[in-house]
């Protein structure tokens, strides 16, 4: 019934609990990527664009792996420089409540930050 | 059913409207670490209520990112798995003296 045709509809307007996009699970995803590729690299900032972009491939890829079928994602990563400035970042989302979340996870070391989000958006 | 085209073109409609409403907030602010929060949340909440007017069929995600400038350096990307016909995305950059924003919008169709 479902998984098969991935194209079309499934009519199912929700996901039973093992297919629902968890949030503590994509949040260890995220942390174990961002330690792993960033421990001890210094912000350069001829290679950080190309950093941040291979980063939210990689977890996008990640994610994929896992399994969460029927969910459209949207990986979002930020590097910046730490330099004593203040940054506040915040998302809002207009989705379906039920079966739609998102994870989030922040790395710092002495010359960079970097906060990564996950949106998962299950497709009916 | 939403197509890419109608999407883009709301698209370049949204980058001018999510200005505005940039600049009615923080427009002439400049950074504090007391209001920022405020800030932002105003941000994406106003953008997010501007764009379910257009009573399109898609599912928003808004995300925005309020820097002070000291000289430092921030980038951003985002990486998505999705159907790339109907949904899409856009980043819109905004500075004044004292500080960045940066808000990235994200449409995921509903009905195929």
Not at chain 1, 41 to 65: F, H, M, N, T, W
Not at chain 1, 94 to 121: E, P, R
């Amino acid at each position: 019934m479902e998984g098969t045709d991935t194209g079309g509809n499934t009519y199912l307007i929700r996901p039973n609990y093992h297919h629902k996009f968890k949030a503590a699970v994509v949040k260890e995803c995220i942390h174990d990527i961002l330690r792993e590729q960033l421990s001890g690299v210094q912000y350069d900032p001829d290679e950080v664009g190309v950093l941040s972009r291979s980063l939210a491939d990689c977890i996008k890829d990640k994610l994929k792996d896992v399994g969460f079928d029927r969910y459209k994602l949207v990986v979002q990563v930020v590097i910046g420089e730490q330099r004593g400035e203040g940054v506040k970042m915040a998302a809002r989302c207009f989705w379906d409540a039920d079966t739609d979340s998102y994870a989030q996870d922040i790395f710092m070391n002495d010359s960079l930050f970097c906060v990564a989000a996950a949106f998962g958006s299950y497709f009916y | 059913m939403p197509k890419g085209a109608s999407l883009f073109r709301c698209v370049s409609v949204s980058k001018l409207s999510v200005l505005q409403c940039i600049q009615s907030i923080i427009g002439e602010e400049s950074y504090r670490q007391d209001t920022v929060n405020q800030w932002t949340a105003k941000i994406v909440e106003q953008a997010l209520t501007l764009l379910v007017k257009q009573t399109k069929s898609y599912k928003y995600i808004v995300s925005c990112a309020v820097m002070q400038k000291s000289g430092a350096g921030l980038h951003t990307a985002n990486s998505c798995y999705w159907d790339t016909v109907t949904d899409g995305s856009c980043t819109v950059k905004w500075e004044n003296r004292t500080m960045y924003c940066v808000v990235s919008v994200f449409a995921v169709a509903l009905t195929p």
